[in-house]
Nanobody, 118 residues
Framework: QVQLVESGGGLVQPGGSLRLSCAAS????????MAWYRQAPGKQRELVAT???????NYADSVKGRFTISRDNAKNTVYLQMNSLKPEDTAVYYC????????????WGQGTQVTVSS
């Protein structure tokens, strides 16, 4: 059984920073791509950032220059450093991972709330 557990969400003022973490656990053989998605109220889930097993990254235009995705392969963990936060970044943030366990599958975390407000 593979699980993704997120942490680090919360309430922050505009211009502030937060760091999200997502740790994968269970019977894991390999972790391929990892990513962060977000879903704001009344909107569809959208891709925020991705990182390959080799460390190549991609970002949504709305977060480029403000957010940084990284991973620690030894800890099976992916991070999202969020700087210069804006109210429009308010959403539930979900971790995603493409993992080979007993079979290869796509896994999601439970979500963590990020609220940017003064």
């Amino acid at each position: 059984q593979v699980q993704l557990v997120e942490s680090g969400g919360g309430l922050v003022q505009p211009g502030g920073s937060l760091r999200l973490s997502c740790a994968a656990s269970g019977s894991i053989a390999s972790i391929y791509a990892m990513a962060w998605y977000r879903q704001a109220p009344g909107k569809q889930r959208e891709l925020v950032a991705t990182i390959t097993s080799g460390g190549s990254t991609n970002y949504a235009d709305s977060v480029k220059g403000r957010f940084t995705i990284s991973r620690d392969n030894a800890k099976n963990t992916v991070y999202l450093q969020m700087n210069s936060l804006k109210p429009e970044d308010t959403a539930v943030y979900y971790c995603y991972a493409d993992i080979s366990s007993y079979y290869r599958g796509r896994y999601w975390g439970q979500g963590t709330q990020v609220t940017v407000s003064s």
